[in-house]
């Protein structure tokens, strides 16, 4: 399952498959990316973070790919799992000098159908 | 993450009330923040702090202040409530050094203002 982060706010995916969460930034100074995982009643939770020096990174389970030409970001889940169900917020640091403020998309939320 | 610790966890007041939430921290981080969650949105950062006696506005700052008791604690008032504060409240702490620091949250004040 594919979305388009603000114009496709939620993604429904069948458990197994892998869930692709797209994000647009709009900030071309932008040069740290993150995304955080928010579960129901509670904080948001770090999942992975890319570097603007980088196009792709992954992690467990979890891959990051970073197109600055077109200022997009997504997200890649393989092998969704019910633990998965969460909104999915992507986030940028727009580059301000020795600064850690970030700022957050809308997010995506993404449910499983068993 | 019991790590990030916010009191209270929520909280209904009427218009006009002075209201205080709590943030502390056992991770030693330097860096403290306060966000604000709509439904639907993501997180816009109200205030943040580099150290204790570093404050910084943020994006939505106006009708929030904020103290900085010790690098440990971090608290966000309202001086006098109104209903369109009514949302999510998160705090946040960072790593101190370098630009690129995963933040880590508490697990959120709900507030209700009537």
């Known amino acids: 399952g594919e979305s388009v982060g603000l114009h496709l706010p939620t993604l429904s995916v069948q458990e197994g498959d892998n869930s692709i969460i797209n994000c647009a930034y709009s900030?071309?100074?932008?040069?740290?990316f993150i995304w955080y995982k928010q579960e129901s009643g509670k904080g948001p939770q770090f999942i992975i973070d890319i570097r603007s020096n980088m196009d792709k990174r992954q992690g467990q389970r979890v891959t990051v790919l970073l197109n600055k030409t077109v200022k997009h970001l997504s997200l890649q889940i393989a092998a969704t799992q019910p633990g998965d169900s969460a909104v999915y917020f992507c986030a940028e640091n727009p580059g301000y000098s020795s600064a850690s403020k970030i700022i957050f998309g809308s997010g995506t939320r993404l449910s499983i159908r068993p | 993450d019991a790590d990030v610790t916010q009191t209270p966890r929520n909280r209904i007041t009427k218009t006009g009330k002075r209201i205080m939430l709590e943030c502390s921290q056992t991770?030693?981080?330097?860096?403290m923040y306060w966000y604000r969650q709509d439904p639907g949105l993501g997180l816009r950062l109200i205030y943040y702090?580099?150290?204790?006696?570093?404050?910084n506005k943020g994006e939505i700052s106006d009708g929030y202040s904020v103290s900085r008791q010790a690098q440990a604690k971090f608290s966000l008032s309202l001086e006098s409530a109104i209903p369109n504060q009514t949302a999510l409240y998160f705090c946040?702490?960072?790593?101190?050094?370098?630009?690129?620091?995963?933040?880590?949250f508490g697990p959120g004040t709900r507030l209700t203002v009537l």
């Open positions: 946040a702490t960072s790593m101190g050094m370098g630009s690129y620091n995963e933040q880590f």
């Open positions: 900030n071309s100074a932008s040069d740290y």
């Open positions: 702090s580099f150290d204790v006696k570093d404050i």
């Open positions: 991770k030693g981080h330097d860096r």
